[in-house]
């Protein structure tokens, strides 16, 4: 089943991620939120079950394209003729974490990845999209890698990145091309806590009580350099390998505090300089596309 303005069906959002971007806080706060949603017409699919059922079947399709035919019949369990509006939010649509860090590239398979959702999304639905500044991005994403990945310097995690390759104006520029520049939305994380309700106006598409919809006290546990130091030792006093399963507890070890801020591994100079193309490409993407950017 493949959608071409076909009447009768819901609009749908489909919000991207990407990752690093408070995804997972922003999925809490509409799980939580379902029953404001369904009061205001609008169905949000918890992440979980679109993961289970479409996302993991994404990478089999695009291995095996006969597949394409069960990806349709799944994203029927969600898309189908109804008065409300449906939000799909999954940030690995586009890829995960574990990809970028291997190919040092932002979502290498984004092209083929959205071109096939797309094709399974209707004609009117829009997708957003979050980006966030290059310093913080690459530094969240080595946390993460931290999780599963022996122990390595994060000088030596920064070698293997492409930062000539275009960034988040590649990532951008390939979805355009998949869905067209109508529709999509592109939001600077650094804008979240100040513009928080903005972003929820494009995902719901619909006017509603930022008050309904509950803030999650929930915090992830996050690295901070005394962690990662800690973590250091241990690879040279045990061996890389042993790392990952002992992260979670040099996070809860040394917890962010005032005293011990999150990882910064950056220099001034080093910030300042992927600070300002970010800021670049935020100017690159908003002259390419105007308004584009919420």
Known sequence: MRFEGCSGLPSVVVHLGAHKTATTYLQKRLRS??????????????????????????????????????????????????????????????????????????????????????????????????????????????????????????AAFLKRFALDDGLWVRVVNDIVKAVGQERLRVFPFEAMPNRFPDLLSELLNRPFDIARIPDSDEKRAGFTGQAVAALAEIAEALDPSATPRLAPLAARWFPRTAQTPR????????????????????????????????
């Open 33 to 154: 939120a379902s029953t404001h949603l369904d009061e205001i017409g609008v169905q949000y699919i918890p992440m979980e079950r679109f993961r289970r059922r479409v996302t993991r079947f994404m990478r089999d399709t695009l291995r095996e394209p006969g597949n394409e035919g069960v990806l349709a019949e799944r994203m029927a369990e969600f898309v189908r003729p109804s008065p409300r509006s449906i939000l799909l939010s999954d940030e690995n649509i586009l890829g995960t974490c574990s990809q970028i860090v291997k190919s040092g590239r932002l979502y290498p398979e984004l092209t083929e990845r959205i071109q096939l959702l797309a094709r399974h999304v209707p004609a009117d639905g829009k997708f957003v999209l979050a980006i966030r500044n290059y310093p913080d991005f690459l530094a969240s994403v080595y946390c993460e890698a931290l999780l599963w990945m022996p122990f390595q310097p994060f």
């Open 263 to 294: 990882f910064d591994p950056w220099s001034p100079d080093e910030a300042g300089r992927l600070g300002k193309l970010y800021q670049d490409h935020l100017v690159e993407l908003e002259t390419a596309y105007p308004g584009i950017t919420i």
